[in-house]
């Protein structure tokens, strides 16, 4: 991540990750279909293929990551503070089974609502 963030995030950008990473993932699915239609012309704009379904289902679910980031933010600015400085010494110290249920916890709920929301969608 740090090499990522070196070399590719290392320009100057008056919004905030989250923001940033919703306009860049927007920006390529809508770029996408004039790519593809260079490599294939017979592609539509929302091609069946794998190229699009790989473009569709990553940019779904790093949109959704960011927006429940940024709502947790904006709704909840401590809970925001506390995940990002001190959660993790205090995950660290929990015994295992703890850590493990902690982590299927959120796991399962962030998968349940993006899986909500994408069936809502379709």
């Not at 699915?29 to 260079?38: G, V």
């Given at each position: 991540?740090?090499?990522?963030?070196?070399?590719?995030?290392?320009?100057?950008?008056?919004?905030?990750?989250?923001?940033?990473?919703?306009?860049?993932?927007?920006?390529?699915?809508?770029?996408?279909?004039?790519?593809i239609?260079?490599?294939?012309?017979?592609?539509?704009?929302?091609?069946?293929?794998?190229?699009?379904?790989?473009?569709?289902?990553?940019?779904?679910?790093?949109?959704?990551?960011?927006?429940?980031?940024?709502?947790?933010?904006?709704?909840?600015?401590?809970f925001?503070?506390?995940?990002?400085?001190q959660?993790?010494?205090?995950?660290?110290?929990?015994?295992?089974?703890?850590?493990?249920?902690?982590?299927?916890?959120?796991?399962?709920?962030?998968?349940?609502?993006?899986?909500?929301?994408?069936?809502?969608?379709?």
């Amino acid at each position: 991540m740090e090499l990522i963030q070196k070399y590719f995030l290392s320009w100057y950008s008056p919004l905030s990750k989250e923001h940033s990473g919703i306009l860049m993932l927007l920006l390529s699915f809508l770029i996408f279909p004039y790519i593809i239609r260079m490599v294939d012309g017979t592609a539509a704009a929302i091609d069946p293929g794998i190229f699009s379904a790989v473009i569709l289902a990553a940019s779904a679910g790093l949109i959704f990551k960011a927006l429940t980031w940024w709502v947790i933010k904006a709704v909840w600015p401590m809970f925001a503070d506390y995940s990002t400085f001190q959660f993790e010494q205090n995950f660290r110290a929990l015994p295992a089974k703890e850590k493990v249920l902690i982590y299927l916890g959120f796991y399962l709920t962030i998968l349940y609502s993006f899986v909500s929301v994408m069936a809502a969608l379709i």
